[in-house]
């Protein structure tokens, strides 16, 4: 459910102000209605204050790609929209999607096109695939841009699930370098405190400095862990600024070794997505605006602004690009050339598939690199801490 603010007036003409949850703000606003409350306002609250939590995605993306393929089937053996929705509505077991099937059903049978019905559902049914079905509707080839999305929504699961495999080994040995570490100066070096302390002997500065982190650990984890969520808290506000998120998008893309695998994964996307829709007849510039959109990094979205607005005047495409060190010469070229030759949806196609296997040749590359640094990494913290008991434990036992 989604929650809505709204302002309006009941049959007496109050005014009346409050909030509703639904699904959409079309259902948001009959459930007002069968109240009794005319509504003049009313619009989603963004907060995540008033979002429903979900435990992971609303919908899988196998799943989704499924129902996309049966609903593709269904649509080329000529059943009706109506009848498909229902058929899928039967089969599907993912709560949401069901719920959200049988409302667009209704739609459908009150004469509303099937692209504004899924619009209701943006977090079941992305925009993406929303403008598609709209260029599908609009051209009568239906079922080829649902199974054109459904090969998409695979790819780029596949592309996300690359990034993740390459970004998971080396943020999980970071977590147990820390939980290791933590479990160390909380529980283990105090043991050894007590006896240097009890031997009553001078403790090497290197060692001292060790027992006095592992003391601030016993007495303040309290105020470590708080000042952790208060960093959390701090970056998901700072991200909602413009200028502090852009600079956080900019720092992702230089970051050594892993700014080029999230740049070239993010280009991977774009141009897959820019061909999609041109493919599916979708004008120039909507298509730049929608993969705007879709983009979720400000940097290259600011670059996709400024090209939409270099179509407008009636200049390249390309030419905003060529600008921006973020877009490799590979890429400003073929679009270029496309642009020239009236091909630019198989140019974008080609450059998507280059970074698509290039990206699992550099996958391969990143996790065999970072496997060996990770583990001399855990080794060193570990043995850092290690050295700090072993080394008074000499002394001590030349003394006795």
Not at 159 to 167: E, F
Not at 216 to 240: C, G, H, N, S
Not at 249 to 257: G, N
Request: proline letters at 3%.
């Amino acid at each position: 459910m989604t929650y809505f603010r709204y302002k309006g007036k009941n049959r007496l003409g109050k005014t009346l102000k409050g909030k509703i949850d639904a699904e959409s703000k079309r259902e948001a606003i009959t459930l007002l209605r069968q109240e009794g409350t005319t509504v003049f306002d009313i619009h989603e609250l963004n907060s995540f204050l008033y979002k429903d939590i979900y435990l992971g995605k609303a919908i899988k993306n196998r799943d989704f790609v499924i129902f996309l393929r049966q609903f593709s089937t269904l649509v080329d053996a000529g059943i009706s929209l109506v009848e498909a929705t229902s058929i899928l509505e039967d089969q599907t077991a993912n709560k949401q999607l069901k719920n959200a099937l049988a409302k667009v059903q209704d739609s459908l049978e009150e004469g509303i096109a099937l692209s504004e019905a899924l619009a209701e559902f943006p977090k079941l049914f992305p925009e993406l695939l929303v403008s598609m079905i709209n260029a599908g509707e609009v051209s009568g080839n239906l079922d080829e841009i649902l199974e054109n999305m459904a090969s998409y929504y695979e790819k780029q699961y596949q592309l996300k699930q690359k990034i993740v495999t390459a970004l998971t080994y080396p943020m999980v040995i970071g977590a147990i370098s820390v939980l290791i570490t933590i479990f160390l100066l909380a529980y283990i070096v105090p043991i050894f405190t007590s006896m240097f302390i009890s031997f009553d002997q001078e403790i090497p500065a290197y060692t001292a400095f060790i027992l006095n982190i592992s003391d601030v650990v016993q007495k303040f984890w309290w105020l470590l862990l708080l000042l952790v969520i208060t960093a959390v808290f701090v970056y998901k506000y700072l991200e909602q600024k413009p200028h502090f998120a852009y600079s956080f998008d900019l720092a992702k893309l230089r970051i050594p070794i892993f700014g080029k695998f999230i740049q070239k994964s993010l280009l991977a996307r774009m141009t897959q997505t820019l061909s999609s829709l041109l493919n599916s007849s979708v004008p120039i510039l909507q298509a730049v605006e929608i993969t705007e959109r879709v983009i979720n990094n400000r940097v290259i979205k600011k670059v996709l602004k400024a090209s939409g607005q270099s179509l407008e005047q009636g200049e390249s495409l390309a030419a905003p690009m060529q600008e921006n060190w973020v877009f490799p010469k590979l890429v400003t070229q073929m679009i270029a050339v496309g642009e020239r030759t009236g091909s630019l949806d198989a140019m974008l196609k080609k450059v998507a598939d280059f970074y698509e296997q290039d990206l699992d040749e550099a996958s391969d590359k990143l996790k065999s690199l970072i496997e060996p640094v990770m583990i001399v990494f855990l080794a060193t913290v570990v043995g850092a801490i290690v050295m700090a008991i072993v080394i008074p434990m000499f002394s001590l036992f030349e003394g006795i």
